[in-house]
């Protein structure tokens, strides 16, 4: 289903109103929230309201066990861009998260060791039992993850390639397109299916053409988004601007 709200903010709102609910409910039963995160500028909104609720109304974050969807490859988490430093800025560092659950790809190895990680992450998910809820944004390339055109459906975690117009709009956090890397660890599209609800968000009218394509658009490898088509436990949460041009 396709949910729009007035603006960003209320949206932001919203999801992390779903995410406070899914953890006491788990908390209710003993259990761990399992969550698959995001960077970028979607999902701030939502990691800013978190910090809030944590802050202001006793939520905790000490029974959640995080999984980051990616990072760049290769990349030093130490480094202003690494996707280690944007959760800390943006969410881990105003929480009181046990940096022990905290799980992101790791930018540093070597290529040879890469795949075994790879591996490793998949099966720490299932050992968890399976995400309970993956936040989502989108790229203008219809990526999910890193998942970029001609993604295969089942496809797991591993090293990518970005695709061309995903460094044009990374260019900015490094001062140039040529500074940007090459290649990321990214979970994989049928990692992310798995997860037991998936929330896709996307603001503003740059992403009103891509959402179109993802949620009215033929199922495509080209467009890896619109996979999310095929599953029943997809939300996406828009924006009006972003959700401008669906019929
Ligand atoms: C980030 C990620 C990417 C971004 C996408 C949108 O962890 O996996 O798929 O969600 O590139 O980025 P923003 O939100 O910056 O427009």
């Known amino acids: 289903p396709v949910t729009?709200?007035?603006?960003?903010?209320?949206?932001?709102?919203?999801?992390?109103?779903r995410i406070a609910t899914l953890i006491l409910e788990k908390n209710d039963k003993?259990?761990?929230?399992?969550?698959?995160?995001?960077?970028?500028a979607s999902p701030i909104g939502v990691y800013a309201e978190l910090i809030r609720l944590h802050k202001e109304e006793g939520l905790s974050f000490k029974n959640v066990v995080t999984f980051n969807l990616d990072e760049y490859y290769p990349m030093n988490?130490?480094?202003?861009?690494?996707?280690?430093?944007?959760?800390?800025?943006?969410l881990f560092d105003h929480i009181d998260i046990n940096f022990d659950n905290v799980h992101i790809p790791d930018g540093t190895l070597s290529k040879e060791e890469v795949q075994q990680f790879c591996v490793n992450y998949e099966k720490k998910i299932t050992a968890y039992g399976g995400l309970d809820l993956q936040?989502?944004?989108?790229?203008?390339?219809?990526?999910?993850g890193f998942n970029?055109?001609?993604?295969?459906?089942?496809?797991?975690?591993?090293?990518?390639?970005?695709?061309?117009l995903t460094k044009k709009d990374a260019a900015k956090d490094f001062g140039g397109k040529a500074n940007v890397p090459l290649k990321a660890i990214t979970m994989g599209v049928g990692t992310i299916f798995k997860a037991k609800e998936i929330i896709l968000m996307a603001w503003g009218s740059k992403k009103a053409a891509i959402i179109k394509k993802a949620v009215e658009g033929e199922?495509?490898?080209e467009v890896p988004a619109t996979y999310l088509q095929l599953s029943e436990n997809v939300e996406f949460v828009l924006d009006e601007d972003a959700a401008s041009l669906l019929t």
């Not at 003993?30 to 970028?40: H, P, Q, S």
């Not at 988490?77 to 943006?90: G, I, R, T």
């Not at 936040?135 to 990526?143: D, E, P, S, V, Y």
């Not at 970029?148 to 061309?164: F, K, Y």
């Open 30 to 40: 003993m259990e761990k929230t399992i969550l698959g995160l995001a960077t970028g």
């Open 135 to 144: 936040i989502l944004g989108i790229g203008r390339t219809g990526h999910i």
């Open 148 to 164: 970029e055109p001609g993604s295969a459906p089942n496809s797991g975690t591993r090293l990518v390639t970005l695709d061309d």
């Open 4 to 17: 729009v709200f007035a603006n960003e903010k209320e949206a932001c709102k919203k999801v992390a109103k």
């Open 219 to 221: 199922i495509s490898g």
């Open 77 to 90: 988490p130490l480094a202003e861009q690494s996707y280690v430093n944007f959760m800390k800025d943006h």
